[in-house]
């Protein structure tokens, strides 16, 4: 999925032997998303001493815009908060429109660019959240007594 969804038109970096090293990591979380018999998506996340970064994040285009998406990303965001975490990093292709209004949606703001940062192909834009100031959904939050 990441060949295809997230790495296309680039040189392969997240191939089988790095994505089973961020399993083996205890610093790392590695998510997948399924339906009773096929990969619906998956995300990967690392876990470091004041920030976490999430590295990948892929949902299968038959499942987007069913919250496939954003449920991954509530599970690391919400483990980020238990370990004491509240701001998470991530990279997008600067021209992959829809992935940045999805991380926009959930919270997620502009924080920089690295130029040439895909092979020296594509730049990136550095987006940021900070989870002290919401949840990006209501499913971990709780009911507040006024």
Request: net charge positive; proline share 2%; glycine share 8%.
């Amino acid at each position: 999925m990441s060949r295809i969804m997230i790495e296309h038109g680039l040189p392969w970096t997240w191939d089988e032997r790095r994505v089973r090293r961020c399993i083996g990591h205890r610093e790392s979380a590695v998510l997948v998303a399924r339906d009773r018999r096929r990969l619906a998506g998956f995300a990967i996340m690392e876990y470091l001493d004041v920030d976490a970064h999430l590295n990948l994040l892929a949902v299968r285009p038959g499942y987007r815009l069913h919250g496939v998406g954003r449920q991954l990303l509530d599970w690391l965001e919400s483990s980020a908060r238990t370990a004491g975490i509240f701001l998470v990093r991530l990279e997008v292709r600067a021209g992959n429109d829809a992935a940045v209004r999805f991380y926009r949606r959930l919270g997620y703001r502009e924080a920089g660019k690295r130029k040439g940062y895909y092979s020296g192909r594509e730049d990136a834009l550095i987006m940021t959240h900070d989870l002290s100031v919401q949840s990006t959904s209501n499913v971990w939050d709780w009911p507040r007594a006024d």
